[in-house]
């Protein structure tokens, strides 16, 4: 790729990040309730279930909790990015994107840069109620910053894998579909509850689950209450990296490839 191509391929991938927000400032609705529905989980599993929880080692349940949904406000993420491209696809405007004199990677490259910026929003709000429930950083704002990079570093990977299924999918109703697939892997991890406390065969899967290992990287790094034993566990900060390295190389090429194969 020369220098020319690249230039053109950012230059044009800053026009749709740029497309894909002012989208989102002409729904503040949506976005808000987006935002706001990690918050209204965090509440109720902390005041309504929280007095009936247990963290075994000890701790705080709603410490325990906090970087579980920092979490899966990333996971959640992925029904928000398939939409965007499977509406995208549905309504005609990726074919007139491919009729156009522009990059062919600016599309998806526009997309995962503006949800990355929603995903910095949403993490920053996840934490203003973290604080306000009781939740601190222990560790000191180095390791803080490097829980919040592991957090962002799965939101990425996972941007690739919505925007993949977002290509194959038929229409932005496909949603039902993601959701089957998302919030089982959302909740079979260790982010809300102990992978300890379940069956054995049920634990072993969430303790190995991509985002189990970002989650107790986090609990880790932020110096909250952490459990599990096995040897994910124990290796989580080289878990938290390797698990979405391994997704985006996977899903980086294939949704470049999905999306030029659209067009022929």
Not at 82 to 95: H, Y
């Amino acid at each position: 790729m020369s220098v020319q191509t690249l230039r053109w391929a950012v230059a044009d991938g800053r026009v749709l990040t740029a497309r894909a927000l002012a989208h989102w400032a002409r729904r503040p609705g949506e976005v808000a309730m987006g935002l706001l529905f990690p918050v209204m989980v965090v509440l109720m599993m902390g005041y309504l279930f929280g007095g009936q929880m247990e963290v075994p080692g000890g701790g705080s349940y709603r410490e325990f909790i906090v970087p579980g949904m920092f979490a899966l406000t990333m996971v959640f993420g992925v029904e928000t990015t398939f939409t965007a491209i499977a509406s995208d696809a549905a309504k005609g405007v990726a074919d007139r994107f491919r009729a156009m004199p522009m990059s062919s990677s600016a599309v998806v490259v526009g997309r995962a840069t503006a949800d990355m910026l929603h995903s910095v929003v949403a993490l920053a709000v996840m934490a203003v109620c973290g604080v306000l429930i009781g939740w601190r950083v222990h560790d000191g704002a180095a390791k803080a910053l490097a829980g919040l990079g592991l957090l962002l570093l799965l939101r990425f990977s996972l941007i690739w894998l919505g925007i993949y299924l977002g290509l194959m999918a038929k229409g932005p109703e496909s949603v039902a579909a993601v959701q089957v697939l998302v919030w089982p892997i959302g909740f079979l991890s260790s982010a809300l509850i102990a992978p300890s406390t379940m069956p054995g065969w049920l634990g072993a899967i969430a303790e190995w689950n991509p985002m189990s290992a970002t989650v107790t990287a986090c609990r880790e790094l932020f110096g909250d209450p952490v459990s599990g034993g096995s040897w994910a566990a124990q290796h989580s900060l080289l878990m938290a990296v390797v698990w979405p390295l391994v997704i985006a190389a996977v899903f980086i090429p294939l949704s470049v490839r999905r999306y030029r194969a659209l067009g022929r």
